[in-house]
């Protein structure tokens, strides 16, 4: 889940989902979409000029409560892991300097293109290193078929520095590529 990019009194904010609540998280305009549909990625460009407005001893960003699920050691020394939350995260965002922006903008993007979250442990089988790694080769599968060349087996992923978002892979056109491998 992320955090919901939305006006509050004319102003930009980014109103985390935590905070938002599951009502207003689902509820919906009337022509069926979501009333908060521009998700948060942390996808942000700021001027340094900007940033440095806010490097001084009298700006604080202020804190978010995030309910957690605490694991802990009990008394006889065994590992106790709740169901429930039990203990509370304090959080600062630097998207809480969106207020004071004088030109905000939102660029929407393909979520498959641009967003695969890494925040949990394998073990959870979503949001998690497999599936991260799963998304970043279809996203270059996609880029190099678009480029003419033929993936075949396994992931085959493109190192930044040959190419950012797709560009400049003709030279794979007609190929035949097999994973696991890493372009360069």
């Known amino acids: 889940m992320v955090g919901s990019v939305c006006l509050d009194c ?9 905070e ?3 009502e207003l998280a689902e509820k919906k305009t009337d022509d069926g979409r979501l009333l908060f549909c521009a998700g948060s990625i942390a996808n942000h460009v700021f001027s ?17 409560r995030a309910s957690k699920k605490i694991a802990h050691v009990t008394p006889d020394g065994s590992v106790f892991t709740p169901t429930t939350p039990n203990g ?4 600062q965002f630097v998207f809480d300097v969106f207020e004071k922006s004088k030109n905000f903008y939102i660029w929407e993007v393909e ?3 641009e967003f695969s979250p890494l925040k949990n442990a394998e073990s959870a089988g979503r949001e998690c290193l497999s599936t991260c ?12 078929e678009s480029a003419g060349a033929i993936v075949k087996d396994g992931p085959v992923y493109i190192d930044a520095s ?8 003709d030279r794979f056109k007609d190929q035949v590529l097999a994973g696991p491998t890493v372009l360069k």
């Not at 004319?10 to 935590?18: F, I, K, M, N």
């Not at 509370?88 to 959080?91: F, G, M, S, V, W």
């Not at 790694?133 to 190099?144: P, Q």
């Open 10 to 18: 004319g102003r930009p904010r980014v109103t985390e989902y935590s």
């Open 133 to 144: 790694k799963r998304d970043l080769a279809h996203l270059n599968k996609k880029w190099l």
């Open 111 to 113: 979520r498959e293109d």
């Open 48 to 64: 340094m000029e900007f940033l440095e407005s806010f490097c001084n001893a009298s700006f604080h960003l202020p804190y978010h």
């Open 88 to 91: 509370i995260k304090l959080e």
């Open 20 to 22: 938002l609540g599951a």
């Open 162 to 169: 040959l190419s950012y978002c797709g560009e400049g892979l």
